[in-house]
């Protein structure tokens, strides 16, 4: 079983910026590709960003194109989700989410993907 562990919730306010990280209990996430996934309280679970196992394709929801950046560093075991201009819609739960790929399978995961394995989620609070 992956575990993955997110970090880097917390709160802001308004315009300001985190820094969301994801690593996994697994020797690598290389053959992974990840994303995040937010739910806000009584609202249904939304994508935001995905990145292929190579690091080679992103693909975001229209929401936060421009906002978020996915990247990710495998010597680290690490994907991060760098969010800017924050505003209190943003205000969610967090989730880190990994799919294993085939080496010949560059996509990213994107807003039609079904993730099989899934983070605890961290809380990010927007205040105004």
């Known amino acids: 079983q992956v575990r993955l562990v997110e970090s880097g919730g917390g709160l802001v306010q308004a315009g300001g910026s985190l820094r969301l990280s994801c690593t996994t209990s697994?020797?690598?996430?290389?053959?992974?590709?990840v994303g995040w996934f937010r739910q806000a309280q009584g609202k249904q679970r939304e994508f935001l960003a995905g990145?292929?196992?190579?690091?080679?394709?992103?693909f975001y929801a229209k929401s936060v194109q421009g906002r978020f950046t996915i990247s990710r560093d495998d010597a680290k075991k690490l994907v991060y989700l760098q969010m800017n201009r924050l505003k209190p819609e943003d205000t969610a739960v967090y989730y880190c989410?990994?799919?294993?790929?085939?080496?010949?399978?560059?996509?990213?995961?994107?807003?039609?993907?079904?993730?099989?394995?899934w983070g605890q989620g961290t809380q990010v609070t927007v205040s105004s």
């Open positions: 989410t990994a799919d294993l790929r085939d080496p010949m399978d560059t996509r990213p995961l994107n807003s039609d993907s079904q993730p099989y394995y």
């Open positions: 990145i292929s196992w190579s690091g080679g394709s992103t």
């Open positions: 697994e020797r690598t996430l290389r053959s992974y590709a």
